[in-house]
């Protein structure tokens, strides 16, 4: 019998996967983790190994997936650097930013960058792009239509702007802060699902 995680393939046997879990258990409960952010990193250990079998060193993965959670855009403002955060774990900061850009690259994370310049992680299965994702591919369906019985081309960027003031100002379910990155990651998202339904309506 094949076990699925997330329904994909799994690089490594569902036992390595186990395993790696309780090591992470074990690297989490060493340093003392709230246990909040422990599950969370935890289940970020087992998506990557999932995916990406398990790499040489471990305790850089765990490190890194512990980072990439406490840095969830609803943590800003959140000052902690990523050489401070390399220091509290005791780990090479170049270790911790080789596994933390290996997650995002991996797993599809969006980057948000705050004033100063510090990262945030989005996660593809987290709550925020998934709003994201559900008023933009509703929005796109509303202007799609609207253009195909007024026969004139829909203003996307008008829709992008309304989407992205809904997400930071109505719904408040990102900071305004990141006004500006999910301003590009909506853009790119109207495309891709305008394009979507161009060919469906066409028949490509």
Same mark, same amino acid.
């Given at each position: ?132 994702? /559900? +008023? &933009? ?5 509303? @202007?799609?239509?609207?253009? $195909? %019985? ?11 702007? /309304? +989407? &992205? ?5 109505? @719904?408040?379910?990102?900071? $305004? %802060? ?27």
């Amino acid at each position: 019998m094949v076990t699925h995680f997330d329904d994909e393939y799994l690089a490594v046997s569902p036992q390595v996967i186990v395993k790696v879990v309780r090591d992470a258990h074990e690297f989490f409960q060493e340093n003392k983790i709230d246990e909040r952010y422990e599950n969370m990193a935890l289940d970020l250990v087992r998506r990557f190994v999932s995916k990406e079998g398990v790499p040489r060193e471990v305790d850089p993965l765990f490190g890194a997936a512990l980072y990439t959670v406490t840095r969830h855009p609803w943590s800003h403002p959140n000052p902690l650097t990523k050489t401070e955060f390399a220091n509290k774990l005791r780990m090479k900061e170049s270790s911790l930013e080789w596994y933390t850009e290996s997650i995002v690259e991996k797993l599809g994370f969006e980057t948000l960058h705050d004033n100063a310049h510090l990262p945030f992680f989005m996660d593809p299965k987290g709550i925020i792009a998934s709003v994201v994702e /559900s +008023i &933009v591919g509703a929005s796109v369906g509303e @202007v799609v239509v609207r253009g $195909i %019985v007024t026969g004139s081309p829909p203003s996307y960027s008008k829709l992008a702007d /309304s +989407i &992205v003031d809904r997400l930071c100002n109505v @719904v408040k379910i990102v900071p $305004i %802060v990141f006004e500006r990155d999910i301003h590009s990651i909506v853009r790119r998202k109207i495309e891709e699902e305008s394009r979507r339904l161009s060919d469906q309506i066409s028949g490509r």
